[in-house]
């Protein structure tokens, strides 16, 4: 069962680092404008805020959350293709906008199957999701020497072979529900009253807003300062290898140091690093650096938040537990950043794009110091 659920991850973050670091640059040979392209990866990410929670509701109420997983990803790779067909920017942001709202509903409720199908092993969970930080680091790499040599024009047709990959991956994968009893359901309006849970999510919102501006113009931005697009993936690439190690000691560092206290720290280091790259951009060794801290801005971060995720939000709302999570961080964080990086950049420049991202990251800093809490690692219950 191990391999079947890191295949999944494989592919999945494969597509991602073909996705996230080149479609705003395949957008930009194509003549498209910086606001343009800030508001079509935008739409990528403001679908989350939606399509998770429709279908984390459909999938707590049928149990049958690997159906959902299958038929989003084979929607997802179907609606993609369109892109071949399509010209004109009304006619992109329509089809990233299908797209999306299928591609972004398969990986909470994959979250959901792995944490189940792990049990009382949830420690493990960061064991399994390296492999999607393996498939990352393989696809920005090879990528990145392509594209330096041939152009980003490929590109689509690498995105439906891996989204297809995503698709038979999943049918590997079968069907586990959920343990939890019924009779300790607590409504879901009940749970996001807690001040601990509303924090949680606020400070996942932050952070994901604060790398709005990395996920859509980072390629394009060291390219505007020389750097090759070779090197570039390969800064990319480092960056996920750091987030691999983080993966490798957290069933370790949260029993040990607590949940609360490694969220504020991945905080604060993700301020540290869009300060870093704000300044110092042309700074080889600093940008590999920066990158060395997506170990904290993203790996330490993310496992902290689906370890605090999976045990605020018990039994049948695990899926939506996990949906609102990523709607409210990926989804509607990730939008607003994309959105906002593009005005930015385009009204005051690059470096201030950056500073606002250390700025909103050291507000979520503050916000996890003062309202998150631990959950108790040998807290089994629900």
Known sequence: MYWRLSGFYFFY???????????????????YSVVEIGELVAIIMGTKIIAPNIWGWIAD???????????????????????FMVQGYWWMALVM????????????????????????????????????????????TVLGLLFDRQGTGWLPMVLVGLFAG?????????????????????PLREVLKKPAVISLLLVCFLVQASHGPYYTFYTIYMAAHGYSESLIG?????????????????????????????LIVATGLTSLRWLLLAWFVDNLPVMVLTQTLHAAS???????????IHRLFRGRLQGRGQALYSSLSFGAGGAVGSFAAGYLWEGIGAEWMYLAAALTALLSSWVAWRGVEDIAMTDQTG
């Open 298 to 308: 993203f790996g330490l971060y993310h496992a902290v938040a689906i370890h605090l």
């Open 166 to 186: 995503i698709w038979l991956s999943s049918l590997l994968v079968p069907e586990k529900t959920d343990s939890h009893p019924p009779l300790d359901h607590i």
């Open 234 to 262: 390969q800064l990319w690439a480092l960056g996920v290898i750091a987030e691999v190690g983080v993966f490798l000691k957290m069933h370790h560092w949260l029993p040990r140091y607590g949940a609360r206290r490694l």
């Open 13 to 31: 973050f494969a597509s991602l680092g073909a996705l996230i670091p080149y479609w705003g640059l395949y957008l930009k040979s194509l003549n």
């Open 61 to 83: 109420h049928t149990g049958r959350h690997v159906k959902i997983v299958r038929l989003a990803s084979l929607l997802a790779t179907l609606t993609f293709a369109l892109v």
């Open 97 to 140: 906008s299908l797209f999306s709202f299928f591609w972004n509903a398969a990986l909470p409720q994959f979250e959901v199957t792995t944490l189940n199908h792990l049990g009382a092993d949830v420690h493990r969970y960061s064991s399994i999701r390296l492999w999607g930080s393996i498939g990352f680091i393989l696809a920005v």
